[in-house]
């Protein structure tokens, strides 16, 4: 661990930031637990977890409805650094020197990179989607008020979305692990002044130029 | 209603094959309701509601005869009037006994995911397990003739079960004994369609030339038939489907596309594990930390020595 002999370090998450992606990812993973029990009857077994199938049925949509609340609050907090800009899509055409670890050939990076951006806007998407389509097919109080037609679209939606957004957890997950520090990061807070310098030069640039020593916006 | 005196055929949710090795011979079973001889006496609806032990909760009279007037989680079957004013100027009083239609081919069954809570007796009937039933609804999501309910009672889903309990100790449903005209016969759907064939000849001889069996194919046939006067336009008897299928929106959701983004998700992890195995982690090293000291130095001149903590940024 190269941060315990570097003293420098950069706060790159806040608690608050931290405490909204854990509230989230927990939430994430309960509903798509829940969710991928009724998704395919080879992984009905998960509904043990939740207490068999009608208290999966009954937390699902709640545990949903969390979820995207939670994640409403993280989007404010991160919806500035997350615009695409030209230099962007310059990252993504490079996308071989990403996956090889051929950091030094790509454009300087924000505070957050091309993939990252992307990755929040599927999450948006997916969100939106599961939340308006989990409302038409929320049997116990909504399904009532919809068309049969507008359900059986919902229902179609809803598991696309889910498929969708459980894809791009897992490549979030694994780039955790990949880029090494990720996890530190929201974990502790902090990064080492190496990590911003390899891997979001431009935020690190931005940070360091600041008049006073403080981090940049959360 | 499980009952295993009746061999299983289908059931959902599962995916490997169900006992086959006793088969139904015999053939399958059918309800055949001839809406031509039907009086609208709604004998049937009470002989289902004393054999299934089901009270509904008294109700508004709506204008029409129909009482109730939609199916409910305790009304299993429903007859739906319709005064049709046939092109001659005449009124014609079109009586059709609702309920489930026992599909060969049940939507239901297809987007249930509680394994074993919709069956498929070898006999041909679609029978709810309700204590295997979830509450999801997601049957009535699949159901091209909108007809199960969700008791709010119990958050379960009921519909007609042909009287499986009956049937399999070599009775017929409820309703068909009650019938006083015989419009309700029960048997081998073979036997019934023969029957049928009579009843729709009779019926052309009287000027119905468009009588027919409704028996659709697009869930596979049916083991609730109709004789219609007006086989060809079903819609008719108070909305009955023209053509019912289960809907390419519930085959999308429900068909191949579920295993196939099962798979892609266990690849979507797996293509991680291997890309940590071949390209491995992307570290820090420490030509970076000093790259970054470097460029912290000279942006700072003025920064106390190191070891003082002043790097430390701070939230």
Known sequence: MSDTEHRDTIVRYTPRVRTNHWLLALAFVLAALSGLALFHPALFWLSGLFGGGPWTRILHPFIGVFMALVFVFLAATVWDDNRLQAADWQWLRQWRDVVNNREERLPEVGRYNAGQKLLFFVIVLCLTGLVLSGIVIWRAYFSLYFSIGVIRLAALVHAVCAFVLVCSILVHIYAAIWVQGSVHAMVRGTVTSGWAWKHHRAWFRQIIHAAHPRTGPD | ?315
């Open chain 2, 1 to 315: 209603m499980a009952l295993q005196s009746l061999d299983i055929a289908r059931r959902s949710a599962t995916t490997t094959p169900e006992p086959q090795v006793r088969q139904s011979y015999t053939g399958t079973v059918a309800k055949l309701i001839d809406t031509s001889k039907c009086i609208g006496c709604k004998a049937c609806q009470v002989a289902c509601m004393e054999w299934n032990d089901l009270r509904d909760d008294i109700g508004t009279n709506v204008g029409s005869y129909d009482n109730p007037p939609d199916l409910t989680d305790r009304s299993w079957t429903v007859m739906r009037f319709t005064e049709y004013e046939n092109p001659k100027g005449d009124l014609e009083w079109l009586i059709r006994k609702d309920g489930c239609m026992h599909c060969a081919d049940p939507g239901c069954l297809k987007a249930c995911p509680s394994p074993g809570a919709i069956v498929q007796y070898a006999n041909g009937i679609v029978d709810f397990h309700e204590e295997n039933c979830i509450g999801c609804g997601y049957c009535v999501t699949g159901c091209p003739f909108d007809v199960p309910r969700i008791s709010k009672r119990d958050k379960k889903a009921y519909k007609c079960t042909l009287c499986s309990d009956r049937v399999a100790v070599g009775l017929e449903p409820a309703c068909i004994k009650a019938c006083p005209t015989g419009a309700l016969v029960f048997g081998t759907k073979e036997d019934m369609q023969q029957h049928a064939a009579e009843r729709v000849a009779d019926l052309k001889s009287r000027g119905f030339e468009q009588a027919g069996l409704y028996d659709p194919s697009g869930v596979g046939g049916t083991h609730v038939m109709y004789v219609l006067h007006h086989a060809d336009r079903p819609q008719l008897y108070a909305g009955l489907a023209a053509d019912p299928h289960i809907s390419t929106f519930v085959r999308l959701w429900k068909g191949k596309t579920k295993p196939l983004a099962l798979v892609v998700m266990g690849l979507t992890a797996l293509a991680g594990f291997f890309h940590f195995v071949r390209v491995g982690p992307n570290e820090v090293d420490e030509r970076d930390e000093a790259a970054a000291r470097q460029a912290l130095e000279s942006a700072q001149p003025r920064r106390p020595p190191p070891g003082a903590g002043a790097a430390e940024r701070r939230p």
